[in-house]
C-alpha cells in the first residue's frame, strides 16, 4: 500500500512541478511571422527576441489559463491529501485520504484535459489557417507530460485504496 502511495505521491509531484512550469512558460507554439521566429505561451508573445504580454482577452486563452491554474491547484491539493493519507489517524470513520487524494489527481488530470482540448481545438484551427509554419513547441507537450503524470497518481492511488480496503476486509475476518 505505501508503494502505492509513494509512486503516486512522486508521479503528483513531478506533474505538480510540470503544470506550474508549462503554464508559466510561453513556449506553447512556434511560428514564423515575416520570416522572424515568433513564439507565445499563455501570457505572453514573443517577436525577435522582444517580449509582450497578452493583452487580448480572447476566450480559448482566458479558458486554458483558468483550467490550468485549476489543475495546479487541485493537483497540490491532493498532494497535501496524499502526504496526510500516511498517517491513518483519521476524524471520519467513512473518510479515506488515498481514495480523496487519488479523486483530486483525476480532477487535476481532467482539468489539464479540458484546457488542452480547448488550445489545441482552436490553435489548430486558426494557425492552420493563418500561418503556414507553425508547431506545438515544449511548454504543450509538458502539459500532456503533466496529463500522465497526474492520471498515473490517480491510479495509484487508488490502487492504495483497493488494497486499504482489502486489507481492512481480511482483518475482519
Same mark, same amino acid.
Given at each position: #500500500?505505501? !508503494?502505492?502511495?509513494?509512486?503516486?505521491?512522486?508521479?503528483?509531484?513531478?506533474?505538480?512541478?510540470?503544470?506550474?512550469?508549462?503554464?508559466?512558460?510561453? *513556449?506553447?507554439?512556434? *511560428?514564423?511571422?515575416?520570416?522572424?521566429?515568433? %513564439?507565445? $505561451? +499563455?501570457?505572453?508573445?514573443?517577436?525577435? $527576441?522582444?517580449?509582450? #504580454?497578452?493583452? =487580448?482577452?480572447?476566450? &480559448?486563452?482566458?479558458?486554458?489559463?483558468? &483550467?490550468?491554474?485549476?489543475?495546479?491547484?487541485?493537483?497540490?491539493?491532493?498532494?497535501?491529501?496524499?502526504?496526510? !493519507?500516511?498517517? %491513518?489517524?483519521?476524524?471520519?470513520?467513512?473518510?479515506?485520504? !488515498?481514495?480523496?487524494? @487519488?479523486? #483530486? &489527481?483525476?480532477?487535476?488530470?481532467?482539468?489539464? +484535459?479540458?484546457?488542452?482540448?480547448?488550445?489545441?481545438?482552436?490553435?489548430?484551427?486558426?494557425? @492552420?489557417?493563418?500561418? $503556414?509554419?507553425?508547431?506545438?513547441?515544449? !511548454? *504543450?507537450?509538458?502539459?500532456?507530460?503533466? +496529463?500522465?503524470?497526474?492520471?498515473?497518481? @490517480?491510479?495509484? *492511488?487508488?490502487?492504495?485504496?483497493? #488494497?486499504?480496503?482489502?486489507? $481492512?476486509?481480511? =482483518?475482519?475476518?
Amino acid at each position: #500500500m505505501y !508503494s502505492f502511495m509513494a509512486g503516486g505521491l512522486f508521479c503528483a509531484s513531478v506533474g505538480n512541478i510540470l503544470l506550474v512550469v508549462c503554464t508559466a512558460t510561453d *513556449y506553447w507554439v512556434q *511560428y514564423r511571422i515575416q520570416g522572424a521566429l515568433a %513564439h507565445q $505561451g +499563455l501570457w505572453r508573445y514573443c517577436l525577435a $527576441g522582444k517580449c509582450y #504580454m497578452q493583452m =487580448e482577452n480572447i476566450a &480559448f486563452w482566458n479558458a486554458t489559463r483558468a &483550467f490550468m491554474i485549476l489543475s495546479a491547484l487541485s493537483c497540490f491539493a491532493g498532494i497535501i491529501t496524499g502526504i496526510l !493519507s500516511f498517517a %491513518h489517524r483519521s476524524t471520519f470513520k467513512k473518510f479515506n485520504r !488515498s481514495f480523496a487524494a @487519488g479523486i #483530486m &489527481f483525476f480532477v487535476s488530470t481532467l482539468f489539464v +484535459l479540458l484546457a488542452m482540448a480547448v488550445y489545441t481545438g482552436v490553435t489548430v484551427n486558426f494557425l @492552420g489557417k493563418r500561418f $503556414g509554419d507553425w508547431r506545438f513547441s515544449w !511548454s *504543450y507537450i509538458l502539459s500532456w507530460v503533466a +496529463l500522465l503524470m497526474t492520471f498515473f497518481a @490517480g491510479m495509484f *492511488y487508488m490502487c492504495a485504496y483497493r #488494497m486499504h480496503g482489502c486489507q $481492512g476486509v481480511a =482483518e475482519t475476518r
